[in-house]
């Protein structure tokens, strides 16, 4: 299984960004790097993925070290609609596996 | 909505028994994945279909199977029911074959109850 260790959890004021790290140390050089999250009640959703590069889309930034052995997802504007957990993953073979995650609350 | 439809959404049966869970991956997508989410252990993978066939297997007991139809539906069956096998079960999909350099979309689950 992939190893990734994430804060249990994070706090963050609303309209401002948040880091949310991860280390994957155990990574290998083909694994790619996933980000999920999952709001209450609801199934896991997909936000980011990257190899190598830092990646951007509408959601979120990944942040990506030199080593690949730890990540950073940036939400830059966080909103109440951003509470959710949030998981960071890799590959083991050809399986997604996740972690506890990262539990986000944002307050007003 | 991810276009991922799982049925039933809630279910609840004693120990011992035998249930069937459903899967509809959004159109197009070939391949289905299963997943289970239970308090105590997190998301746990347990096994992917492609195309009709088996392409991955996880942390899934033999008391588990499942199966991909030629629609592409996925079941997966869940037999001699213990308490401990009360969680959220997730099924997702994605049009490839493999979930390692694409996403996955997730659906609702279903969540069961043994007593």
């Known amino acids: 299984d992939a190893k990734t260790t994430q804060p249990n959890s994070m706090e963050s004021n609303e309209e401002e960004p948040v880091h949310l790290p991860c280390n994957h140390s155990t990574i290998s050089g083909t694994d790619y790097i996933h980000w999920y999250r999952q709001l209450p009640s609801q199934g896991p959703e997909y936000v980011i993925h990257?190899?190598?590069s830092n990646v951007n889309n509408r959601m979120a930034s990944l942040a990506i070290a030199e080593d690949r052995k730890s990540s950073t997802l940036i939400l830059h504007r966080a909103t109440l609609r951003d509470a959710a957990v949030y998981y960071c993953t890799h590959n083991a073979g050809n399986m997604l596996t996740f972690g506890g995650g990262t539990r986000l609350m944002v307050k007003p | 909505d991810s276009g991922v439809t799982q049925t039933p959404k809630h279910l609840i049966t004693a120990t011992g028994q035998r249930v069937t869970l459903r899967c509809s991956p959004r159109s197009g997508d070939l391949s289905v994945y299963w997943y289970q989410q239970s308090l105590d252990q997190g998301l746990q993978f347990l096994i992917q279909?492609?195309?009709?066939?088996?392409?991955a297997k996880g942390n899934i007991l033999e008391r588990f199977s499942a199966q991909q139809f030629p629609d592409l539906h996925s079941e997966l069956n869940l037999s001699s029911l213990e308490l401990g096998d009360s969680a959220l079960y997730f099924c997702?999909?994605?049009?490839?074959?493999?979930?390692?350099?694409?996403?996955?979309?997730f659906g609702e689950g279903s969540r069961l109850t043994v007593l």
């Open positions: 279909y492609y195309n009709g066939e088996e392409r």
């Open positions: 990257g190899l190598t």
């Open positions: 997702a999909s994605s049009p490839v074959g493999t979930s390692v350099s694409g996403e996955l979309f």
